[in-house]
């Protein structure tokens, strides 16, 4: 977002060198120069466009673009192009390269606020109305812009980087090159109350969230710290806006959550898991690694490692797709099976008046 | 909001006045002077008041406001009139005229910071803490609340209000005559990772935002920028609190989303649609023109113009109702559909005990 | 939040002197110096841990805790207890006691904005880049934490906290010891739209929010205003994060509304009621006092007071529980129904070409 990307920022690469980059094999003249990426429906002279899937094959027909980045199975194009395994992950780098700007520092804005204390590293662009409370640390080449809040004792590690009006509460970590989108708080209060006689007490909140390395956590969301403890986001977890995490909360390794999602208290999430848009979690449960969740699900109960559920409350997905299906039906059930009834009760009145006179007294 | 409303500012205007400004038919008095308005159950000496729908006919009973706006179709009744086809919006359109107060532009607060080159247009409010990036371009009358971050080159039309804490990201575009709640994020990045081998890659996101004109969004919601092109909220839309849309979405003019509803990426939502709340939209596909999604309902395909759907997944409105209601009936359903098997095999049996005597071997 | 809890704050109290502030009975060695809390895993030595449920007992086995907050009815435990009937409500009040700082006042830092006839309290602490309007009351002892916004003739009661980034907007008020955490609107405009030919024009909404005394409110919600009175939320109301409250809702005392719930407009929800995750509830209709809403509900109807409902639409929870099991079964109900039919045609071909010759004409 700090790149403009669609408009020219003067960066040049040829066919080939971007092939070098990404591992692709080159078919066609590589010395064509690139100055810029583009949809294949939008790109034009002088740039770059990538197909994801060949499935969309036809989306090839028309476009004008220089250069293609393909499924290394494409057959021959009429176009330099750049072949990978993996045209997703490619056009993911190349973008980066065209996006990329050089990196320069704003240093710490007079009209920033920095509490005595707070240790600030080199090379960071703090903005205007940034706060920065007692004994904060922030690393080498942190991005804080304007209405960030950084509480005490706080930590934010090197090169990450919080958009506008992001709050990390007192005491909680945010580790390296970490994005998080603007309005996020991190380190709010878990939902923690004891009812006593006539009213609730408030369960003081005293842990903390932790979070790792490489993660991006998007715009407006809420991670509560711990009531005691942590609440844990482990490295490379991708949120999506919008998402609830609970006290106590561990997110496993490379977890995606897709906007809207919502984990209740102390549920651990594993490793490389995918929760679709507006799932619920419960509290107190265990997700496995590498498990799949439907958008809109509700998971009451643990799911084993590798499963794929969907509904509410969750089940196997393709026993969900199966009765998903049959519930539009059910008016129509009802009915077939009142119908049979009858004919049923026809039946046995036939038989019955022959065979068991006696039901007939 | 600007109107403090219910406290007289001072505004009033006969009843003839008022009839003319909504296009009404007087009855009764038209020279009786009304200073305010209120619901028919507040009202009081002074105001004026509204019934919307015949069916609440009874709320008129016991009102003390001194003048009425009231369906045409109404029978007569002894306080002065206003009849008119569409009370609502006759009752929008007084209200806007006794809240509205006159525009007194605060100009640049010396507390804001604005970027060089960023151009500020005549009779413009920016607050203390406002926040205004190189190259931005505000209109004329525009708003702008303690707490708004305006990006680089971002441009918010004339008249425009940003409540406080919203963030309008680099390059990002709001019409005219819009209306942004408080701590809303437009133009957060698009949720896009590759996977590749044992880590994701971010997808840098360098499309932007567009928002028309005469569009209001609500509070704390979270619009993705386009990973390239543009996210597009057409004229006339207007999205409740806490909504989140994805990268690359197109809402239609005069789409209505109510609050929570999460729509994914690259969606197409056409004209006159209406959301209800916490509705989920997969990415992807098309919604037609004026289709009605019911509340929690999960689209995961794409509807022709004018459906109504409901249900997760959601289908024809009017299956779903009559589904729906069965649904709490399935434990009786599984129970007298057992019940009737056994019936049925006791049948057979009596029957094959004579019909078909080979079964029995 | 305040307090670091987890590190020590130098506070220090013997069991006895615990158990005398929770109101329960001490076995065993009453004089052990405790000087912190931490759950039975992390509890080390001079700490004190909590069993909220015998259920758990297998948990005191390794415990290494200087002292055990236990139920009434624990068999006995080499340990020093503190014995009561409500264990969890004990756990918050010792947290409370190890977690409270002394309040220091910071008094209005300079880089705050305080508007002209804006009334301030004692003993406040109001941050840098706070904003306070015009005519606004703040009570004493007040904490606004920096990005805090509040409106013109807004009022905030004495000792309520409001975390970073908080919009009061206009008029609204928040009762004495409320607590509102980073980045929630209160007041932002309700959703209301008329429908005027080609287009809606909008309602003003020029109510309020009125919030009662000892409310806490999550993080990064919504709370909107209403169109004409007031949105009120009653005394001891605790919500969690992401919540949205729509124009005229009324929510009653001690009324608890976890993460991501949505309220739509009008609607009254009764006192000591509990919503749980992800709930939506329709607009114009009434929630009796103590229901309680399974997390995903969707509730469109009255709810008569004490009922428990789950289900979209909501439905009492024992029936849901029971038709929840016999969903994923739908699609072998549906073929077995059809087998059944097939059987029963079978039946009637053989007693109909005996009983009802006619029918085979």
Chains 1, 2, 3 share one sequence.
Not at 29 to 47: F, N, R
Not at 95 to 123: C, H, M, N, S, W
Not at 318 to 336: D, G, T
């Amino acid at each position: 977002m700090n790149a403009p990307g669609q408009k020219s920022i003067g960066k040049r690469a040829s066919v080939a060198e971007l092939a070098a980059r990404v591992g692709g094999l080159v078919e066609g003249d590589g010395t064509v120069e690139i100055m810029g990426m583009a949809s294949l429906e939008d790109a034009g002279d002088g740039q770059i466009s990538f197909l994801a899937d060949l499935k969309q094959i036809s989306r090839l027909e028309r476009t004008r673009a220089s250069a293609l980045i393909v499924p290394s199975a494409l057959p021959s194009f009429p176009k330099p192009l750049i072949r990978t395994p993996n045209p997703y992950a490619a056009y993911a780098k190349v973008q980066t390269f065209f996006a990329e700007k050089e990196f320069e520092p704003l240093g710490v804005d007079p009209r920033a606020y920095v509490a005595p204390g707070a240790q600030i590293g080199r090379d960071v662009s703090i903005y205007p109305f940034v706060y920065i409370g007692k004994e904060a640390r922030i690393g080498d080449r942190v991005v804080l812009f304007p209405g960030v809040y950084v509480g005490e004792e706080a930590q934010i590690g090197e090169g990450t980087i919080l958009y506008p009006n992001v709050a990390v509460m007192d005491r909680c970590r945010i580790g390296k090159r970490g994005i998080v989108h603007g309005g996020t708080v991190i380190g709010s209060d878990g939902f923690g109350f004891a009812p006593d006689k006539d009213r609730y007490i408030k369960i003081p909140q005293v842990g903390i969230v932790e979070i790792e390395d490489d993660v991006e956590i998007g715009a407006n969301c809420a991670i509560d710290r711990a009531a005691m403890g942590r609440t844990w986001i482990r490295k490379g977890v991708k949120t999506d806006n919008l998402v609830q995490i609970g006290h106590n909360v561990v997110v496993g390794e490379n977890t995606v959550l897709v906007a809207q999602v919502g984990i209740a208290g102390s549920t651990e999430i594993g490793n490389w898991v995918a929760l679709g848009g507006q799932v619920g979690v419960a509290g107190h449960i265990k997700i496995g690694d590498r498990v799949r969740v439907g958008g809109q699900a509700g998971v009451a109960q643990d799911v084993k490692p590798g499963e794929v559920v969907s509904g509410c409350p969750a089940f196997p997905h393709r026993e969900w797709l199966r009765a998903q299906v049959v519930f539009p039906k059910l008016p129509e059930i009802k009915k077939n099976l009142s119908a049979l009834e009858k004919r049923v009760e026809e039946l046995e009145k036939i038989l019955g008046s022959r065979e068991n006179p006696k039901d007939e007294r």
